[in-house]
């Protein structure tokens, strides 16, 4: 039977659990991720004839070795084998759950975007365009609802093809971070992680990639010539992708106009299709 890993990512209170409990009933183990007090929960389901086996993180605002809980899911994304990753967004606060996106696929990781909270997000007026989502990061955008069950079969099928996927989307960042970026690469040893990816988490002082540079006089180096020239790139690099996911976010996302929390277009439809007044009109 094929097997496939995936990782449940998102900020805290965007849904995860319930989305877990969705996909595969109330069947979990929690337990401690080695050496922390960190939770994570795994569970297994077969679907479609293959073995799918989840693993969720703890909520975080970002990838970082900041937080115990960002070092955990740190590791578990760019140190484990995994075959792609969920990641739980909320309709309301698209924006927030993009920049940890962004940050999966430097990595080259594949994943799916599950955007929880889409009936809240239109009782406010938001509408989520997940189409044109979808073209713009080249990945799968499922709208769902953990307690209907509403976008799971999608969500679960989308999974199925998710080791076949290839990470589209590059971010782009100015020329003295592509620089940089640049000339760090051309140092790294081989590894399965991209050079590009890890570069930029060395510049973002992330120590845990420290290591495939090899030579600590190299770092040395680096990190005194970036001293000198660019000593907020790591800075530079965070305004770059929360620049980049807020303008995907804004035009993914619709503003429209309510009628006691309905929307206008909704109200619309429903009245054409009432029983007495739809014909009187058509």
């Known amino acids: 039977m094929d097997k496939i890993k995936i990782v449940l990512v998102g900020q805290p209170n965007v849904g995860k659990s319930s989305l877990l409990n969705a996909l595969v009933g109330p069947k ?9 007090t960190v939770e994570v929960t795994k569970v297994q389901k077969t679907f479609d004839g293959i073995e799918m086996s989840f693993l969720d993180t703890p909520g ?7 937080s115990e809980e ?24 698209l924006e927030r759950s993009l920049y940890v996106l962004l940050q999966i696929m430097e990595a080259d990781i ?15 007026g938001i509408k989520i365009d997940c ?19 509403k976008g799971i079969d999608d969500l679960l099928n989308s999974l199925l093809r998710i080791k076949d996927k290839k990470v589209k989307f590059r971010v ?51 990190k005194k010539n970036l001293s ?15 620049g980049i996911a807020s303008l995907l976010a804004e035009e993914a996302t619709q503003i429209v106009h309510t009628v006691r929390g ?16 739809g014909p009187v009109i058509t």
Do not use: C, M
Request: aromatic residues 8%; hydrophobic residues 35%.
């Open 70 to 93: 960002e070092k955990v899911t740190e590791k578990i994304l760019f140190e484990e084998e995994i075959d792609g990753v969920i990641v739980v967004s909320d309709a309301t606060a």
């Open 60 to 66: 975080i605002y970002s990838i970082s070795d900041r």
């Open 28 to 36: 979990v183990v929690i337990s401690n991720y080695p050496g922390t």
């Open 110 to 124: 594949p994943a799916v975007i599950a955007l929880n909270f889409v009936e809240d997000a239109r009782s406010k």
């Open 228 to 242: 000198e020239k660019h000593p907020k790139i790591d800075r530079d690099i965070a305004v770059t992708r929360y």
């Open 172 to 222: 782009e960042y100015d020329d003295h971070i592509e620089e940089a970026i640049s000339q760090i690469s051309s140092k790294l040893k081989e590894t399965r992680l991209p050079k590009r990816f890890i570069s930029v988490r060395i510049l973002e002082g992330d120590e845990d990639f420290y290591k495939y540079l090899g030579d600590e006089k190299i770092l040395d180096s680096i």
């Open 262 to 277: 309905e929307d206008i277009q909704e109200k619309v439809d429903r009245f054409l299709l009432h029983r007495s007044w």
């Open 131 to 149: 189409k044109r989502l979808e073209k713009a990061l080249g990945i799968s955008v499922i709208p769902i609802n953990p307690i209907t069950k």
